[in-house]
């Protein structure tokens, strides 16, 4: 028996949804309703119910008692006839993540709005999507990766049907006045649309998303696990992101993350945004497919713990700039200049003395998605970290032998990725190890548990230098020259650099600590984050001019700063510390190196 969903746009003005839940059959011993607390995909406890503003319950035009039972589910009476719930949603979450509706746009995602109906999960879910009928709507269409009824038209508001609750909530469903770009990729119709003011260059995006979803879906093995895909793009004036969906992406980005048409070279906002595109895709396969056991099935009431998501999130976020070199929508310098600064942001994290990979997935809940001005002291980023682990273990594999971790990646789809709608099996916690190693044929088990369970250094500081130059990358580890020195090669390194430790902002055009590193000079003067820099030694400071202040006195001076904290003006002696050596650089050896050109050309085999 089907489940009914009615959605009305009912006050965009308020920013609010109206939702009719119609249960044929309910409970007979009284029908249990709920929300999920979370959206799978990002780790993090958002209880969604907090937005509904008001529910009730009727059948057959009598009202019904429906009462809460805790944070996430309700109650409603016994009752003999058909079952309806009305409630209204507040939603203005303008992100990836939740829902958000206003007289320009709608954005929806099943987590945060449609309720579940207890002990009826399997059941078929229909929705009707109702077309405001006031003018300023008439050019509203309706994007999403649901399946459209038989009645119902692509991009027509109207019947959209998932075969269960699971099905239903992965799919974003998009409104407004839509700009859509359609390409075909290994047979597949692709759609990517843009939600929000924009003035993309259609056919760039068109061009160079489809290279990268041709080479992924080849990647993997014909045929694609869909037979449609979407992008949603919205459009905000300052926001990145995106969330992966079985069949789609929702993805969020400015103006300027995309090309324009008069564009002479790729500028670097829209190489990131390629980025975020091949990432997001990849996670059709890995993630949505292959997934941990935690998530198979998801508990949507409560955190799901694993000390994967490296695996998910990590190899990801390695393969998503690899993409673009194999499509060569990125240089090879290119993408060795975006590693040299992932291993200079890691470098730079103290808490990669204090937290192992393993331990930064299963805190993901109460760490990552929950950060402050002390994380980069305490934990590391299994995005970062696991994609520094990621591209270590892909050399090691293919300098050992004439496999790589492609040849892993393709083990796991075969295994478990290609069939996961019908056996529904994840990966337990030591099965990527385990398969890893025998498709390998390696012992990785020391690589492993350096990497994974222990904060030792060697693995990414040891052995991935070592390796890099066996694949003909040069390696610079250097002094930091300044706060906004990412990392990359510096043909000149100069004089050592005084520094204080600190990251900061201006707010208010003012100067603020951000973040006081672990042992840091500024750390050791007693400055802390949220301290509003005035001056060093009486000289003003921006955050411009802060480097160059600091340039002015040779190492192991004490300067003396003026900043505020609260409203109160105090004191501060640093001793300015040099610049620590914590700066990656990486370059191209010149020369024929066939590993090399194997490794960035998508070939396991040299
Ligand atoms: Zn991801």
Known sequence: MSIY???????????????????????????????????????????????????????????????????????????????KVHYTVYAFDCSVRGAYLDQTRGLVNGSAIFLAVAGQEQSECILAIKRPEEKAYENWEVATSLMPGKETQEWHFGLYTATNYDEFIDHPIAMG????????????????????????????????????????????????????????????????????????????????????????????????????????????????????????????????????LWAFEGVTSYYDDLFLVRVGLLSPQDYLDKLAHMLTQFHRCAGRKKQSLEEASFDAWIKFYRQDENSIN???????????????????????????????????????????????????????????????????????????????????FELLPQLLQAFGIEIQLRQQTGQHDKGGWLAKTGQTPATLGIRTCTENGLVKLTHVFDGSAAQIAGLSPGDILSSINRCRITDQNLDTVLKRYPLETEVEIHAFRQDELIVFHARLMPALNNTWGLRLVEGDFPIRHAWLNGKSDH
């Not at 090309?259 to 949505?288: C, I, M």
């Not at 300098?399 to 056996?423: I, P």
């Open 378 to 460: 305490t934990q590391v980023s299994y995005y970062i970290q696991g994609a520094l682990v990621a591209l270590c273990l892909d050399l090691l594999i293919r300098k050992e032998s004439c496999h790589s971790l492609d040849t892993v990646m393709r083990a796991l789809w075969q295994r478990y990725g290609l069939n996961f709608q019908t056996t529904g099996q994840g990966l337990g916690e030591q099965e990527w190890e385990q398969i890893a190693q025998e498709v390998t044929g390696q012992d990785l088990s020391y690589f492993f548990s350096q990497a994974l369970r222990h904060t030792a250094e060697w693995p990414i």
């Open 5 to 83: 969903y009615e959605l009305i746009l009912h006050a965009p003005e308020a920013h609010l949804f109206e939702v009719t839940l119609t249960i044929n059959c309910p409970d007979p011993e009284g029908q249990v309703l709920w929300l999920p607390t979370w959206i799978p995909g990002s780790y993090l406890i958002r209880e969604f119910s907090r937005h509904i503003v008001t529910i009730f319950a009727e059948s057959e035009g009598r009202p019904i008692n429906i009462s809460k039972l805790d944070k996430y589910r309700w109650h409603i009476a016994p009752c003999l006839g058909v079952l």
């Open 177 to 308: 006045a839509l700009t859509k770009v359609d390409f075909i990729a290994c047979g597949i119709p692709h759609h990517i649309v843009l939600l929000g003011r924009h003035y993309a260059d259609r056919e760039r995006l068109q061009r160079d998303i489809g290279k990268i979803c041709e080479a992924q879906i080849r990647f993997f093995g014909l045929p694609a696990p869909f037979n449609r895909y979407l992008f949603l793009i919205l459009i905000v004036s300052q926001g990145y992101g995106g969330l992966e969906h079985r069949n789609a992406s929702a993805l969020i980005c400015s103006q300027d993350d995309l090309p324009f048409s008069h564009d002479q070279e790729t500028r670097p906002a829209y190489q990131e945004f390629l980025g975020l595109v091949s990432h997001e895709y990849f996670h059709a396969w890995n993630v949505k497919r292959i997934k941990p056991a935690a998530f198979a099935p998801y508990d949507l009431a409560q955190e799901n713990y694993t000390r994967l």
